[in-house]
């Protein structure tokens, strides 16, 4: 589960992503990244950690790209 946000932190039902652990590259499942997020926003990703990450390219409604490597598990 993630947070999306324009400031307020917010969980988004019935989607999911997909990160792998030193990747920048999220895919969602069920997600609306193009309506949901702005380039810039942080997204809180939930996997053995609670990680942040800026958003810094989306792609379209399925993909996006973040500012650093993710580190977690996938």
């Not at 997204?43 to 977690?72: E, M, P, W």
Request: hydrophobic letters at 40%.
């Amino acid at each position: 589960m993630s947070e999306w946000g324009n400031y307020d932190a917010k969980t988004i039902a019935g989607t999911s992503v997909n990160v792998t652990n030193g990747s920048t590259l999220v895919v969602g499942t069920g997600t609306l990244f193009t309506a949901n997020l702005d380039i810039g926003d942080i997204i809180g990703i939930h996997s053995d950690l609670y990680t942040k990450n800026r958003v810094v390219a989306i792609a379209n409604n399925t993909y996006l790209t973040l500012a650093d490597a993710f580190q977690g598990t996938s």
